[in-house]
């Protein structure tokens, strides 16, 4: 792997991701160390009509309890946040989520870019953003957000991707600090986790 | 592809100042991410350019109260949303066995289709002649909207899908008669309905109540009003009421939570404790 910049500052992860890219995620969550310490915030595409499955495969998989966030739930160290389904999922300042049923953006409900944004404006400079395969642009603006307020940006490397339209989306609206395969990603959460735990 | 320039805090503290004067409705306390983004939708449906633009036109009374506030709230429309719970309602009222009159408020009007939605689940279990329904709205240019009773015809494919869904008995479309592009609610029904403005941030609401809907109008406010709300809610409602929220929305860490009990795992209606 790269030179990564490994630095206890950060303080959220932010996840992305549309077609393919729940086997992704379900990797990635299943080789999550069980103290992993940073809120982790997953925004995938999903069908409107489905409120269960989604969830319940990815906990099955991971590790840690996935959940599916109430509106204006506190947010908790270590634990991850699923945007439910119909729903735009929102960080606010204070330390909690919210969720709302404005309009889809994107043709999403809930939409990447919302998530990503929201989170940027809250973390700044200390989130971590990664967008995973997908086969729309939804979540290049919100990686732009992560990076213009000063955040890591992280693509699943389109070769290794499914479908590679998003994650090459927002590589070209933004500066992408590190192209990964999943093992990568993988790999520096682990590494991550070393020193964020300190 | 841009995005747009982020709302400012002393922009967004001026804007809420502003309408609180103008228009007499506090948003200090709605949910601050998606206040941005209705905000942001207004100024540029309206073409204002800045949020300055738009204080400076509440002030000369070029925006109008109902347009900013009709734009600013979601106003989702459709009938009997989220099939399963209406479902599980209907399961709910027959097991209750109302013996007296039913006292009954729907929070947010917004277009109607709630409310309505409502009126043809007590007509379908026979509570109609004893119900007493209100629904409220904290805006007026959409209460007369609801008050209509009319809603799109190009929404009656997604609206008789979901009533299917429910497991009601007889065909959606009894219920309305078409006008022009619309239907219109049977008067039977729609004259039942009394709708009332009331203000959630000011008003107390007062009145012992059996039935409190409120589906989908926490979401838009933070963890401080959703208390208030859920104190107001739960000072008018009676032992043993049901109140009932949005899918994902919860009392749990409110100071009421421990005063209910969660019917069943998966929708949220609940009913408050006998003490």
């Known amino acids: ?198 | 592809m841009q995005t747009a320039p982020e709302i400012g805090i002393n922009e967004l503290r001026k804007l809420i100042q502003t309408i609180s004067e103008r228009f007499d409705y506090d948003f200090s306390n709605y949910s601050s991410a998606s206040f941005k983004r209705r905000i942001q939708r207004f100024i540029e449906i309206k073409r204002l350019g800045s949020v300055e633009n738009l204080v400076n036109k509440i002030i000369s009374g070029e925006i109008k109260k109902n347009e900013l506030f009709t734009e600013v709230s979601v106003n989702v429309t459709e009938l009997f949303r989220d099939p399963s719970f209406w479902k599980y309602l209907r399961k709910v009222l027959l097991e209750q066995n109302f013996s007296q009159n039913l006292k009954i408020w729907q929070i947010g009007s917004s277009s109607g289709e709630e409310v309505f939605s409502l009126m043809i689940l007590l007509n379908d279990l026979n509570l109609l002649s004893k119900a007493e329904v209100i629904s409220v709205d904290f805006n007026a240019g959409i209460i007369e909207k609801a008050q209509s009773g009319l809603i799109p015809g190009k929404s009656m494919e997604l609206n008789t899908s979901n009533f299917i869904k429910t497991g009601y008995k007889g065909e959606l479309t009894n219920y309305f008669t078409a006008e022009g592009d619309n239907f219109k609610l049977n008067k039977d029904l729609l004259s039942k309905i009394k709708f009332k403005e009331i203000n959630f941030v000011k008003d107390s609401f007062s009145g012992s109540v059996d039935i409190i809907l409120c589906r989908n109008i926490l979401i838009y406010h933070n963890p401080q009003m959703q208390n208030d709300i859920l104190k107001k809610i739960h000072q008018s409602l009676n032992m043993s009421g049901l109140l009932i929220l949005g899918s994902r929305e919860t009392i749990e860490w409110s100071e009421i939570a421990s005063k209910y009990t969660m019917l069943g795992p998966e929708e949220r209606i609940f009913k408050k404790n006998k003490v």
Do not use: W
């Open chain 1, 1 to 198: 792997m790269k030179e990564v910049d490994l630095n206890r500052k950060y303080k959220a992860i932010v996840i992305g991701g549309s077609a393919g890219s729940f086997q992704v995620l379900c990797k990635i969550l299943n080789k999550l160390p069980e103290d992993f310490s940073l809120p982790i915030f997953i925004c995938c595409h999903r069908l409107k009509h489905i409120r269960n499955g989604l969830i319940e495969a990815l906990s099955i998989k991971s590790i840690k309890e996935v959940k599916e966030p109430d509106h204006n739930e506190p947010i908790k160290r270590g634990k991850i946040y699923l945007a439910p389904a119909n729903y735009h999922m929102n960080i606010e300042l204070g330390n909690y989520i919210s969720l709302s049923t404005e309009e889809m953006v994107n043709n999403s409900r809930p939409a990447i870019d919302i998530t990503f944004e929201t989170c940027a404006y809250v973390y700044k400079d200390k989130l971590i953003g990664i967008l995973l395969t997908g086969a729309n642009k939804d979540g290049a603006l919100g990686m732009k957000k992560v990076k213009d307020y000063g955040g890591m940006t992280i693509i699943q490397d389109p070769e290794e991707s499914v479908i590679d339209t998003m994650p090459k989306a927002a590589m070209s609206v933004t500066k992408i600090d590190h192209v990964m395969k999943v093992e990568e990603i993988i790999k520096f959460l682990i590494e991550l986790n070393k020193v964020t735990q300190l």
